[in-house]
Every structure is written in structure tokens, then in C-alpha cells.
């Protein structure tokens, strides 16, 4: 349908009084079934008007339909025509935290759960293993004993000196007779050992040098050289070292009598098989042949004993490195690393015990604790230093103790011209 003459233009009347303005429009031929129209115009009646019946869809020109101009009754309608707006329905507050309405709720798999247990636990583990090392690392006590200057002494890799002092110090009168040290005064060393652990991925070395071993002490001529921890010390006997074998040494660990022990027992004591019994009265021992578990009393007995033995010192740094290996294997296997009670006690115990450089740090024990654990976990090699004359005093083999200095020098394996020459 198009408009009349007067298109656009629309014309507005009063809804009989109800204050709603209808648009009105002219059309140039026809009208629509049940619309009221007034002098040719569409309007919207009077409630007093009769207002003819709804009438069906009527074709419009041109065959379009066309609806009633009020589908609704009027009781339904706005006044213009159209449905009132319905209300909202009513809503209800989502509680906090609740999922919104037609979504379904996340559930977290047992493995997530688990994953973040997990983490959440060994993040403690390293907390308490960082505040355990700084506590134990406090206790430890320093000693300047590694020299700036090594002249000409040189090493590939890592070369560690381990000593242990006969040193009566630090025990009490009860300790002494317990251990069976006695009271002698001054210290000595009764352990000497070199750890090679060389850096190109060779074999580990430990290397006992017998305390009887006559050399040359600066300052002091030639003499026994555990005499040299007596005359000056840490400082002396590792200068004495280097100057005997043209190794430079780069950390010193020392541990004393009653830190052995203490070691030792906080280990819960250490398995060595005796292939014949062992008794000497001035070590205080007295042990049958056959494995057995050895406390820190008697472990330190084994480690001392030697007159008993008609090899005197051969044998006893032989023992003292098998013992110190079942040591190292037990302090860094998974049951004691992974229990927080064994590793704390004997973290602790070795806190009192040892004696390090002043320069070395956790990383560098670290390395010497790896170092012990795989000597003694047969991937590596323990010997003896190759020896001359054997007597009250023993001489080093000048040929195959100097292959053996060389081959720590360059970070070599040990020769085997030297492996072949153990006794």
C-alpha cells in the first residue's frame, strides 16, 4: 500500500483521554478489515465507539496480506497496538564460590591432587635441608691450611689431603678411657690419604701415604712425615706434601678420634668382614673373624690397631681405607639420605668432627663425598703409595711412586705398573 497525496506526513489525535498520541496515516484506496477509519483516516475509536470484530488476514493490493491492525485485545495492549512488556523473572542470588547455574563443576583428578602434595613436600625438604647445612656449616671449624702459592706443585682435576689427628684435645678424661687413646699430649697423624678425583671423567684414586714415610720437612730436615701436623700444623704438613710429590693439594679435611666415633655411631655403626680375628690391647679391640657391625669404639680401634700385625703400618692404612670406604658407603646410601633422622644425626656429628680449609664449601664436600662414595663403590681405585725400604721407617719406591705423582699431576688414572705393585 503507498501513501496519498499527503505522503510522510502524519497526523496525531487524542486517544480519547487516556494521554497517548496515535500516528494516523491517509491510504489512496482501500481499508483493512476491522480498523476504524473516520472521514477516510485510520484511527483509534472511542472506548464509547463500537469497535467492529477482528476480521482474518485480507489480501492486500497486490496480494500481499495483511493482519488486523489489533491482534490483541484491548485489555492486552499498551494502548498503541502492541503486547505489554512482561516482567523479568525472578532471580536468585548465586551464593560465593557456587558455579554459575548450567555449568558443570570442575573437579580437580587425584593425580593433580597428588602432583601438588608432592611438590608442596619436597619444597619443605629442601627448606629444611638449606636451614640444616647453614646450621651444621656454622659448626665446622676453618683453618688456613691450603697455601695461595703452590710453586711448582700442580694437579689436574680435584686432589683432596684427609687426615686424621691423634689429637687428645677435645676429649675428656671419660673419653679417653672409653676410646682407649690414653693421654698423650701434642697431636699427630695417624690417617694420611690423598683423594684424586681427576676432571676429565677418569677414574677416582684414594691414596694412603704411611706416617712413617721419611721425607723432607721444610724448616726441619728429614724426619717421619706425620711429624710435620706436629711442628706446624695443617699448614706445614700440606706444604710438606706438595714438596714430597709435586702435587698441589686443593682442600683439607681432618677429622679427629672422638669425631671418628661420633661418625660412626651416628651411623648406626658400619659392617667389616675379618678374615681372621683382630686383638690389640693397645688399640682396645678384641674381634672375631666374620662380618660383623662395628660401633665407634671399635671402628676406631680397627682403624689404630697395627702391633698385632707383623706389617706394622702397611696393614693398618690397608684397613683404615676399607673402613673409611664402608663409611663413605653408608653415609651417602639412599637409607640415610632420604631418612631426615639419620641424615640430620649424622650431619650433625659431622659438623663437630671435621676440620676443613677455610676455602672450602659445601659444593667442594659435595664432590668429596662423591668422590669417597665411588671409591668405594669399586669405581675406583685405593692403593698404597709404592715403597722401598719397609722398616721402623719406610722410603717411597723412586720409580713408581713417581709414575703415581705424574699421573695425579695430569689427572691421569692410576698406572697399572703401580696397581700391579700393591702387596
Not at 554459575?100 to 593425580?111: A, C, D, E, H, I
Not at 647445612?133 to 682435576?157: F, N, T
Not at 672450602?360 to 681405585?381: H, I, K
Request: one cysteine or more; aromatic letters at 6%.
Amino acid at each position: 500500500m503507498r501513501p496519498d497525496g499527503e505522503a510522510g506526513m502524519a497526523a496525531y489525535g487524542a486517544d480519547g483521554g487516556r494521554g497517548t498520541e496515535v500516528k494516523v496515516t491517509a491510504y489512496q484506496a482501500g481499508q483493512v478489515p476491522g480498523v476504524s477509519y473516520r472521514g477516510g483516516v485510520a484511527h483509534s475509536p472511542h472506548e464509547s465507539e463500537a469497535v467492529p470484530a477482528p476480521a482474518q488476514a485480507a489480501a492486500a493490493p497486490g496480494g500481499t496480506s495483511v493482519m488486523p491492525a489489533e491482534p490483541y485485545g484491548r485489555a492486552d495492549t499498551d494502548g498503541a497496538g502492541a503486547p505489554p512488556a512482561s516482567p523479568p523473572p525472578p532471580t536468585r542470588r548465586r551464593r560465593e564460590g557456587a558455579e554459575p547455574p548450567g555449568r558443570p563443576k570442575k573437579k580437580r583428578s587425584g593425580f593433580v591432587r597428588f602432583l601438588r602434595w608432592f611438590l608442596a613436600f619436597w619444597l619443605v625438604v629442601l627448606v629444611a635441608l638449606g636451614v640444616l647445612l647453614w646450621y651444621v656449616w656454622g659448626r665446622i671449624e676453618k683453618v688456613d691450611a691450603i697455601p695461595s702459592d703452590h710453586g711448582s706443585a700442580v694437579s689436574e682435576g680435584r686432589v683432596f689431603l684427609l687426615v686424621g689427628s691423634d689429637s687428645r684435645e677435645d676429649l675428656s678424661a671419660e673419653e679417653q678411657s672409653e676410646l682407649g687413646t690414653g693421654s698423650v699430649e701434642g697431636q699427630r697423624t695417624d690417617t694420611i690419604m690423598l683423594l684424586s678425583v681427576p676432571g676429565g671423567g677418569g677414574r677416582n684414586s684414594l691414596i694412603s701415604i704411611p706416617r712413617d714415610s721419611v721425607v723432607d720437612i721444610p724448616g726441619h730436615g728429614e724426619n717421619r712425615i706425620n711429624a710435620a701436623f706436629a711442628f706446624g700444623g695443617a699448614p706445614l704438613l700440606v706444604e710438606t706434601i706438595e714438596g714430597a710429590t709435586g702435587v698441589a693439594i686443593d682442600d683439607y679435611v681432618q677429622i679427629g678420634f672422638g669425631g671418628f666415633a661420633g661418625i660412626v655411631d651416628a651411623l648406626g655403626g658400619v659392617e667389616m668382614c675379618l678374615d681372621e680375628a683382630i686383638q690389640d690391647d693397645k688399640a682396645h679391640i678384641d674381634l672375631p673373624a666374620g662380618c660383623q657391625t662395628l660401633n665407634g669404639t671399635n671402628a676406631l680401634g680397627y682403624a689404630r690397631a697395627r702391633y698385632f700385625d707383623p706389617t706394622a703400618d702397611i696393614g693398618r692404612v690397608q684397613r683404615q681405607r676399607e673402613l673409611i670406604s664402608a663409611i663413605a658407603d653408608k653415609a651417602t646410601s639412599p637409607g640415610t639420605l632420604v631418612n631426615p633422622i639419620e641424615l640430620t644425626r649424622t650431619a650433625l656429628a659431622g659438623g663437630d668432627a671435621l676440620v676443613l680449609d677455610e676455602n672450602t664449601g659445601p659444593m667442594d664436600m659435595f664432590a668429596f663425598a662423591r668422590g669417597m662414595g665411588s671409591v668405594s663403590g669399586g669405581s675406583g681405585d685405593t692403593i698404597t703409595v709404592p715403597l722401598g725400604r719397609v722398616g721402623n721407617t719406610v722410603s717411597w719406591d723412586p720409580e713408581l711412586a713417581g709414575e703415581l705423582w705424574t699421573a695425579l699431576q695430569n689427572g691421569a688414572d692410576i698406572p697399572q705398573s703401580v696397581l700391579d705393585a700393591q702387596p
